[in-house]
């Protein structure tokens, strides 16, 4: 049985209606991997509560003992400083054999499963914000109870919004730093050229413009050709040329050691965050 028909049935209860709880939500929806009937929304905020109902016509409910009895897959949007207190709240409630997934950056399988009963099929997943326009990038590891069964379920959810790869889980708080983070230094980058462009006499709009179609051309044509970045690098810098003036001025303010140093910076933090 494929994948996704094997999903279509199950009854997944969205703890956490924040953007990705909703992306996520938003994603099974427009793919058709579930049903509006098979998925409820935990959220506190009964204004934001309304919300979802009324955008995506699913089930949403203010109280975790309202929606988990029934689940066959509790999938955890919440923050990771919250997690461990959601987790026990959601532990005598569980029914044997649900699939907790978990999308808090820096909390492991392990960790995870010391709160919840004993045989409790965890995943852990690092997606990205791209997500909410199905264009995401999801980190899918298993814990010790998850069998390849669960993961590759997990792993067909997540495709849903954009791609999913399935990796052992010690290279999750790497994937946390440069796909879960990396949104942010696109968005970063794509500012920062557009700002140039402004100082040199551009539109901001169009400096934007053309910023963002740029970064999304390369990326594609990455994609498409499956070229080494290098590669691309040097098919675009002639001797003498503009390219190479450019590139040289960012080195010599140590752009590479600066994106180096950034995703040190953030895989030290997602261990800090789940110990």
Do not use: W
């Not at 995506?56 to 919440?78: G, P, R, Y």
Request: hydrophobic share 50%; glycine share 10%; charged share 20%.
């Amino acid at each position: 049985m494929e994948g996704e028909a094997h999903i279509a049935g199950e009854l997944a209860v969205v703890v956490g209606g924040g953007r990705m709880g909703e992306a996520i939500v938003a994603g099974l929806l427009a793919s058709g991997t579930l049903s509006g009937d098979r998925i409820v929304v935990v959220e506190p905020d009964e204004a934001r509560c309304r919300t979802l109902n009324a955008a995506h016509a699913v089930k949403c409910v203010t109280h975790v003992v309202e929606a988990i009895a029934e689940a066959n897959i509790v999938l955890l949007a919440v923050k990771p400083q919250v997690v461990d207190s959601v987790t026990a709240d959601i532990a005598e409630r569980l029914r044997p054999g649900t699939l907790v997934v978990s999308i808090a950056v820096g909390v492991t399988c392990a960790r995870l499963e010391s709160h919840l009963p004993a045989g409790t099929p965890v995943v852990r997943v690092m997606p990205n914000t791209p997500a909410m326009v199905r264009e995401g990038m999801s980190v899918v590891s298993g814990g010790s109870e998850a069998t390849a069964e669960h993961v590759d379920l997990v792993r067909v959810m997540f495709s849903a919004l954009g791609r999913a790869v399935v990796l052992d889980e010690r290279y999750q708080d790497a994937a946390a730093a440069i796909s879960g983070s990396g949104p942010a230094y696109a968005a970063a980058f794509v500012d920062a050229l557009a700002r140039a462009g402004v100082r040199h006499g551009l539109p901001r709009d169009v400096a934007q413009m053309l910023a963002v179609q740029t970064l999304r051309g390369t990326m594609t044509l990455l994609e498409t050709t499956g070229q080494h970045p290098q590669q691309l690098v040097d098919a675009v810098t002639s001797p003498g040329g503009t390219t190479i003036a450019a590139l040289e001025a960012m080195e010599a303010r140590g752009f590479r050691t600066a994106v180096a140093d950034g995703v040190t910076a953030a895989v030290k933090r997602a261990k800090e965050l789940g110990s």
